[in-house]
């Protein structure tokens, strides 16, 4: 997603606000983990999210999973004589907070890669200013495709704009087609009433589920937009009721999707909604009681079902973060430890020192990362995106998300 945030925390204190964490390069403290209890260079991953506000519960998933991946790394040693400690900024789910944290986390000179944002809007205002720096930046949930394959992607003219963009989640190039193929072959559904919430996200999630759907032999019969405040769908529940749809898809986030499905539900409008990752939060539930039935993508595997997740999940735990891991978790875990990866790249290519200015080298060598992580192979292509395109489709069952299925956009 996006799609599909100001707190200083120390590494050495989970979740403890430490104003000093925040260390330049070159600042010489003890590692956690290193060996003989020698110094070691504390570098920083900053983090974007949302922190605060309705997806802060995507954007505190993401926080403490790169938080815990930078744990591990110190605690095993990953990289000898560096030690890792994040800084992670929120960005209320916006572009203005965004930008304004790019310019922060470029300025401190001991950041070494970010990760994140969540939003795909506000990684647009959010690029250039990494790429001035040299900064790699990997999104966990980012999913508009003209992030990296450039605005005319669509028409095949595909050009990567920002070397340092990479992400871990795939894109609405194959979540849309992928969910409109479900809805059109496995649901059996023909009519679609089709809504979006005009951010960058949504609208280009449901752009690409129009395409698909329609070439699948299905009628889109009928389109709204809204606004991601919008919780007041009476208008709305009224023309989806007289479309004769059997189905809606909704391009966005849970905080409106929620409402949204249940006013609907409780007009007597019995179909399901569908959306994309944005959607498959377990707030999605809370927000709506009735949403037994309705259905979401999300990018990649299901994390609880991943045999290489066993461990991530299990080690979140026993961190005892009371925020859930939640949708992009392993994704941000596995986002997190790519850098970890590219800076021990770095530092090996030195002679075991990491170089007095690492960044350009650091998105070098994450361009070149392969590894096993959370999520499955964790590398990524010529665009900077996942070489990793499974994804999955949910349905809310007992109070829950259930797996429905898991496969590969067939295009």
Sequence with gaps: MRHRSAVVVSIAVIAALSLSACGSRGDKKSGDGGSGGGSATTVTIGIDAPLTGDLSAIGLGIRNSVELAAKKANEANEVPGVKFQIKALDDTAKPGPGQQNATQLVGDTSVVGVVGPLNSSVAQSMQQIFADANLVEISPANTGVALSQGEKWASGEKKRPFKTYFRTATTDAVQGPFAAQYLAKDAKKSKVFLIDDQKTYGAGLAATFKAEFVKQGGAIVGEEHVNPDDRDFAAIVTKV??????????????????????????????IPLMGGDGMQSADFIKLNPKSAGDLATAVGGAVEKLPTAAKFIADYKAAGYKDAYETYGGYSYDSGWAIIQAVKAVVAANNGKLPANPRAAVVDAVQKVSFDGVTGKVSFDEFGDTTNKQLTVYAVKDGKWDVEKTGTFEG
């Design 241 to 270: 009721k007289s479309s004769g749809a059997e189905a809606v898809y909704y391009g966005g986030e849970y905080p409106a999707a929620g409402p949204l499905s249940l006013q609907l539900k409780e007009a007597g409008v019995a």
